[in-house]
């Protein structure tokens, strides 16, 4: 990275899922010293970085020991119950952050997932580069609710909506105010999906993967959306180099068979050709760029020349060079900004001015409040279920208690009471869900539907002053 006295001519972020997860990710300590180790000699010299799924605070300290020669500053933040797993380090001071949650997040049932539990949100941090008042970047750390199911079928796919809308919403507040935003993270979605399209029209930014790859894949290779475009499956090194898919890679070692992992923790060695047929390796993690918009306040101070993308890769790749394992289940995104288009990138630097679009079809909003409707049908189905079990076991509770007056024997006694404990407790938890938790999700379900009505509303407006436009364009000529 090289400055000039009044702001940096280039800009180098990277975003990683780390595979964090405390007792299930194997080898973790070993695996994030490695990435930490990584971090710090990469070159060029990493400016911002994004991590998802960094757990523990043992592991942050073990990577921010490593790289605070080349990133100094650094913000763990924390969120729910396990953390939100989401970190951001930085050349540049970190002038203020925050945590932002997810309204919609996940259920509290769905223990075995653990999304409701980490308290997925959207990790801030306004970074102060220069001495200047626009000399700030904002950046959008986020992990998306992770899918279970493939699209359409997937049943978090709402959630997963209105996330990638919050943080558009964010993203857009942020270059509003004439920053440069830098929006990255693990956002579980394929490109050009429902979700890769809010955020990509309702926030002033691009896909830089995208701009840098523009014919890469829009899923798996086994993924019906990228079969439609009639291709052939992509090889290992078409997947890394132009597909840019950071997930389920058969280069990845977290994703070959049990009996090969087993194999390659007794020191078996296995060389994955990059010829080698990769079908279900998909691109799952995205760095977002917005440039910062003239600010008319200040104009004497934003003449510096537009940041332009000189490179995108895939990083992280190689393995654990004692362990031979890859060193997270992703690979990380990197990208590369520039000032200064002299400089020998390998490629003529592109323009990341987004699209000139301020809504999508009217179709794409009455897909996504059809696909609200149908949810809070199916929610407020399942709250009365669960208050009904509640109300089932308090009459059973009162029945067992009844009961114990009136049998002969004092083991029939002890199983009623056990029984009725037990009933009442579970009736409770699931009173207590359906009454609280799913009662506050219908009701951000509710705002969520409000604010993608009302866009729609302005859409059809837009339509409908450029059909009058046109007619008056007509008359005239």
Known sequence: MSETASSPSSLHVVCYNVWGLKYIAKHRPARLA??????????????????QECFTQDDFKRITEATKAVLPYSKYYHSGSFGGGLAILSRWPIQESSMFRYPLNGRPTAFFRGDWYVGKGVA?????????????????CTHLHAPYERE????????????????????????????????????????????????????????????????????????????????????????????????????????????????????????????????????????????NAPDIANNDETQDSPWKLASVKLGMVDVHPTLRCSLSDHFSVEALLVRDVSRDTGREPLDIQPPLVDFLPV??????????ALYDVRERRQRQLR????????????????????????????????????????????????????????????????????????AMLSLARDADDSKEDQKCA
Request: glycine share 8%; hydrophobic share 45%; charged share 20%.
């Open 34 to 51: 490695e990435i930490g180790r990584r971090i710090a000699i990469a070159s060029p010299q990493f400016d911002i970085v994004g991590l």
């Open 124 to 140: 801030c941090a306004k970074i102060k580069t220069g001495p200047r008042r626009c000399d700030i970047i904002e950046v959008f």
């Open 152 to 291: 359409p079928n997937d049943s978090y796919i709402c959630h997963r909506t209105a996330q990638a809308w919050e943080i558009a919403k964010l993203m857009r507040g942020a270059s509003e105010k004439g920053h440069l935003v830098i929006g990255l993270g693990d956002f579980n979605m394929l490109p050009l999906s429902l979700a890769h399209q809010l955020i990509t029209t309702h926030a002033p930014v691009v896909d830089v993967w995208r701009i840098f790859q523009p014919d890469s894949s829009i899923g798996a290779a086994v993924d019906s959306v990228e079969q439609a475009r009639g291709l052939p499956i992509p090889n290992v090194a078409h997947n890394i180099t132009i597909n840019g898919a950071t997930c389920d890679s058969a280069l990845n070692t977290w994703r070959w068979p049990k009996s090969k992992q087993k194999a390659l923790d007794k020191g078996e060695i296995f060389l994955v050709e990059r010829t080698v047929s990769d079908q279900h390796a998909k691109r799952l993690d995205y760095i977002f760029i917005g440039t």
């Open 363 to 372: 179709e794409v909003y009455d897909q996504i409040l059809s696909m609200i």
């Open 387 to 458: 208050l009904g079990h509640f109300l089932l076991q308090v009459a059973v509770a009162i029945g067992c208690l009844v009961a114990v007056w009136f049998v002969p024997r004092t083991f029939v006694a002890f199983i009623l009471m056990l029984l009725s404990t037990l009933g009442l407790s579970a009736g409770v938890v699931d009173g207590l869900i359906g009454g609280l938790f799913m009662s506050s999700e219908i009701r951000a379900l509710k705002e969520f539907e409000w604010e993608i009505r009302n866009v729609r509303n302005d």
